[in-house]
């Protein structure tokens, strides 16, 4: 079996679903790997022939992950090229008879790609033979916008337990950030991003001022809005913030070091770094949103807006003494979702369509 990915993402979640089914003999190729001596722009047409090629090579299965056909540089029409440059490759992709399936990471891009993103969801639904969801949540609301959800199956988001390095002790990791060992640490951590609520965490966080208490913001930030939100409390001695990437190796440093992982998205269909908390045995805190309504409520602290995020907090600092058992709930929970099962459920899904005229 010929598998061929769109697009190719540094994101741990391809290489760990994929792993598993190239160990069987499938044969897995990424449509943008492939990195070509020559300007971006020409490059990004480069997928076109490509396509082709691999078509021809025998590949039959087309997964998609995240719709990423928008253009790579600045232009006032790139909403527009982009736009019809999606409608244009997914129809390709069925014109040379690949079978479509899609991993609905995100209903719509979480930053707009082509000025009606809704409009290229329906069409990937449209033209999809089969659909993948981490949460009965996620075709909901599919169902409430007015979108097609045949041909989908619910698959959970893998774990990712053993991939990180995860062999530094509390005390250790403490000691690396200088925190001391009586202090309740929130920790909010990845690629810092608007959608992600961290403002309104941080807000909360300094209007309750509670002794003994820090939040560690370690990430990258990636849009001036959340920059400014975060530069407002650099005076505050219980926000320590890392605004820089996080090495692989060093996110054990910030997990282990806390006891509670934050996660405030102001929206959210799947998210894989609540799995990255889990996986490190860490009780959550988030927002009661998207497929992280079906997570089980003995893993961490729940809200349903952000009037209700204050007592959330405060009611996780008053259990810090019942997080242990949080976090071994939090734990169990994430070996569950391994990914040995979670590909044989995908490679079930693509062998089905592969015989399938």
């Given amino acids: ?147 097609k959800t045949k041909n989908s199956y619910i698959i959970q988001h893998g774990n990712f337990i053993g991939y990180y390095p995860n062999n530094i002790s509390r005390q250790k990791a403490r000691k690396e950030l200088g925190l001391a060992e009586d202090e309740i640490v929130f920790l909010f951590t990845g690629k810092i991003r608007l959608y992600k609520g961290l403002g309104n965490f941080l807000r909360e966080f300094d209007k309750l001022n509670i002794k003994k208490t820090k939040i560690i913001i370690a990430g990258k930030t990636e849009d001036d809005i959340t920059k400014r939100e975060i530069e407002k409390y650099n005076k505050n001695k219980k926000i320590i913030i890392h605004d820089e990437y996080i090495k692989d190796e060093d996110f054990q440093v910030y997990m282990n070091a806390s006891d509670i992982c934050v996660y405030p998205f102001k929206k959210i269909t799947t998210s894989g770094s609540i799995m990255l908390g889990l996986s490190f045995g860490k009780p959550v805190l988030y927002r009661n949103i998207g497929g992280l309504k079906e997570l089980p409520k003995k893993i961490g602290f729940s809200y349903e807006n952000d009037s209700e995020l204050g007592g959330t907090i405060i009611e996780s600092i008053k259990k810090a003494r019942d997080l242990k058992e949080y976090s071994k709930n939090a734990l169990k929970y994430a070996r569950y979702m391994s990914w040995d099962k979670i590909a044989r459920k995908t490679l079930k899904i693509y062998k089905k369509l592969e015989k399938m005229k």
């Fill in 1 to 147: 079996m010929k598998v061929l990915v769109y697009p190719f993402d540094s994101n741990p979640y391809q290489k760990l679903l994929y792993s598993p089914m190239e160990d069987k003999g499938v044969k897995i190729k990424y449509l943008n790997k492939v990195v070509l001596p020559i300007p971006t722009e020409i490059r990004f047409f480069s997928n076109y022939p490509l396509i082709f090629l691999y078509r021809l090579l025998g590949f039959k299965i087309f997964h998609l992950h995240w719709p990423a056909f928008n253009f790579p540089f600045r232009s006032r029409y790139k909403e527009r090229i982009s736009y019809y440059n999606s409608l244009i490759f997914l129809r390709l992709i069925k014109l040379l008879g690949f079978k479509l399936v899609w991993t609905i990471h995100n209903i719509v891009p979480h930053e707009s790609q082509t000025g009606d993103d809704k409009t290229i969801t329906r069409e990937i639904l449209n033209l999809s033979d089969a659909n993948i969801a981490h949460s009965h949540q996620t075709l909901e609301d599919l169902r409430k916008l007015k979108f």
